[in-house]
């Protein structure tokens, strides 16, 4: 990425943008006194976010659950409708930003074509349970939400994380009760993060319709997978380790694809330890930590670009340098669609790899990447604790691999890699140089010292549950 | 850049510290209460349940079976400081003290601080919430790991820790 894409990137403003987003804050700010208690500002708001979708096939159940909202007689189909519109107007953000980027940066993008498989069934009384869950928050108001309310939600919440197929509906809810939990009596806080509860709120309301849970087909492919770098996500009970690749197959171009784990965690676990509570993909792992490429045989890739890992389909390659994969083809790779319920500027996460710039640390303590006078500010609060990445290295560094994001009305870089050049030549680190263990003596020393907590926790489960 | 309720990354929960697990298992800020449990110096299968009740500082110590702590005698036991000090080092002396609203003008202050500034007396809170919390914080070490993506996920990113 040079100063020319960073240029185009940031030139003008897309128009519209800011105008959805004013839509969308004045649906959030309706979400703080609650549904119930809708006075003549939210209710205007709210008839600004039916305005918006107009000239959409949402039209008309838009307006009528806005208008059974002013009157205060609104059911669950009236607050699907308003989290769908509001769903639609950022998914229509996350387009005109993305297809933004995918200017700027030349990447050829794949289109949404494929037809979904049904989805998976799953108990609707279950479903039920969250959307009631859900509507009483709507109403009560972030205000309102106390102790109670939070731990309505527990039994619940216990009963999806024990569906499989619900797993992304479980995450969601407990990062979100976790936050609420920690806030109570939210009627106290001074501030509310508004744009990020409600995001939450309506991403968990559509997971929960009849059907909402997206089924889809996915092709089996072989090849060459280079990784590219590793993004981490983490709350309280949850852990993801996202891997990004280029996949090289016979007969088709080099494609950008992902690839995921997940598992259930306790808040104590954190920093590299998260790594040992992730077993199931020796191969991948090793090949991440060793930077190796993977070869590949028959396994599912979904159409948004989600390789489904089957640890035992992969065997490890030849070592293959991420930055040199990076060089190679990101120039060139193609992307993958993005599935229309994943289509919300939160999810852009595009790899790229910038070199020869300065870094610059402003006055407020942010870093920059300046690269022939454009500056790309660094996410450095996006540096997970699990691997060898600190804001000095890529202050220090002379090439990042990372990921572009958008929040907050501005773009971000959040780096998965850097290389600095210092007296003995270049050394690296990337996010998941850890992956099979510290490999830094002082990390190797703080985690013994601190013990493995998740040997204490299994030994502690092993004594007391089932009983 | 606009505010930060704007953002849909918004850091609401800052990440917790790192802490040996073995004495005190499990720690929460939770219902009203800095609640836990801490594992017996004497007994392996035996567990106190502790908590202390943001605001009015009342606090509780028992075994999972519910017998009242022998060291209760009018001051917290030894189960209640040893709850404290980890609180502490998991989620720092200034949200422990602000959940427990407790008044310190010290940003420095220790665990025993907060021990001497606690205003109330033994309480009775039912062990069984807080233990049947513990027992579903362990149950997710029991949750089959996935490889179908979380797309909700970007909406956690991970951060370190002590920043």
Redesign the interface.
């Known amino acids: 990425m040079r100063g020319t894409h960073l240029a185009e990137l940031f030139d003008g403003a897309d128009p519209g943008v800011a105008d959805a987003l004013d839509v969308v804050s004045g649906f959030d700010e309706a979400l703080v006194p609650g549904l119930a208690r809708v006075g003549a500002e939210q209710q205007s708001q709210l008839a600004a976010l039916a305005g918006a979708v107009a000239v959409t096939p949402l039209r008309e159940r838009t307006r009528e659950a806005v208008e059974k909202v002013a009157a205060g007689s609104f059911g669950d189909e009236h607050l699907a409708m308003l989290a769908g519109a509001r769903t639609a107007l950022l998914g229509a953000v996350h387009d005109a930003l993305l297809e933004r980027l995918d200017t700027a940066l030349g990447r050829p993008r794949a289109t949404w074509a494929t037809a979904e498989a049904p989805a998976p069934s799953v108990s609707e009384n279950l479903m039920a349970g969250v959307r009631s869950w859900l509507r009483e928050v709507a109403i009560a108001g972030w205000r309102g939400v106390d102790h109670d309310l939070v731990s309505a939600s527990a039994q619940t919440a216990e009963a999806v994380l024990a569906v499989p197929a619900l797993r992304r509906l479980a995450v969601l809810l407990d990062g979100l009760a976790a936050e609420l939990r920690a806030s109570c009596p939210v009627a106290t806080m001074e501030r509310l993060p508004l744009r990020r509860w409600a995001d939450l709120w309506s991403r968990a309301l559509l997971l929960a319709q009849p059907g909402g849970l997206p089924g889809s087909a996915a092709t089996p492919v072989s090849g060459r997978l280079l990784p590219l770098g590793v993004d981490v996500h983490e709350h309280g009970t949850a852990v993801q380790v996202q891997v990004h690749a280029v996949l090289e197959s016979a007969d088709v171009p080099p494609r950008l694809v992902r690839t995921s784990l997940t598992t259930a965690k306790v808040e104590t676990i954190v920093g590299p330890a998260v790594w040992r509570l992730l077993r199931g993909a020796p191969v991948l792992f090793k090949a991440l930590a060793e930077h190796r490429a993977l070869e590949i045989t028959d396994v599912p890739l979904l159409p948004g670009g989600d390789l489904v890992w089957q640890d035992g389909s992969a065997r490890p390659g030849e070592t293959v340098e991420p930055f040199a994969t990076a060089r190679l083809h990101l120039g060139t790779a193609l992307a993958p669609a993005v599935p229309p319920l994943e289509r919300h500027p939160v999810r852009i996460a595009e790899p790229v790899l910038l070199e020869g710039y300065a870094v610059a640390v402003s006055e407020e303590g942010e870093s920059r990447l300046d690269v022939d006078g454009q500056a790309l500010t660094v996410d450095v609060a996006r540096l997970p604790g699990c691997g060898p990445l600190t804001p000095d290295l890529v202050a220090a560094s002379s090439a990042c691999l990372g990921l572009v994001r958008w929040d907050g009305g501005r773009w971000l870089l959040q780096p998965l890699a850097v290389q600095v050049r210092n007296r003995r030549g270049t050394t690296e680190a990337h996010t998941a140089d850890w992956a099979l263990g510290p490999t830094d003596p002082k990390v190797v020393r703080a985690e013994a010292r601190a013990g493995d907590a998740v040997a204490v926790l299994r030994e502690r489960a092993g004594r007391l549950l089932r009983r | 850049?606009?505010?930060?309720?704007?953002?849909?990354?918004?850091?609401?929960?800052p990440?917790?510290?790192?802490?040996?697990?073995?004495k005190v298992?499990f720690?929460?800020?939770?219902?009203?209460r800095l609640q836990g449990v801490v594992?017996s110096g004497s007994d392996?299968?035996r567990?106190y349940v502790s908590s202390v009740v943001a605001g009015s500082h009342g606090y509780s110590c028992s075994t999972?079976n519910n017998r009242p702590c022998g060291g209760l005698r009018g001051t917290p036991c030894k189960h209640i400081q040893a709850l404290l000090e980890e609180a502490v080092v998991?989620y720092g002396v200034a949200r422990v003290a602000r959940y427990l609203r407790i008044d310190v003008d010290d940003p420095d202050c220790t665990d025993l601080d907060l021990l001497h500034r606690l205003r109330g007396g033994p309480e009775s809170i039912p062990a069984a919430v807080v233990f049947s919390r513990?027992?579903?914080?362990?149950?997710?070490?029991?949750?089959?790991?996935?490889?179908?993506?979380?797309?909700?996920?970007?909406?956690?990113?991970?951060?370190?820790?002590g920043?």
């Open positions: 850049m606009v505010g930060w309720e704007r953002h849909s990354t918004a850091r609401v929960l990440p917790v510290q790192p802490r040996k697990l073995a298992p720690v929460e800020l939770a219902d009203g594992s392996v299968e567990v999972n998991q513990f027992l579903r914080h362990l149950a997710y070490l029991e949750v089959p790991e996935s490889t179908e993506p979380v797309p909700e996920l970007h909406w956690f990113p991970a951060t370190r820790v920043r």
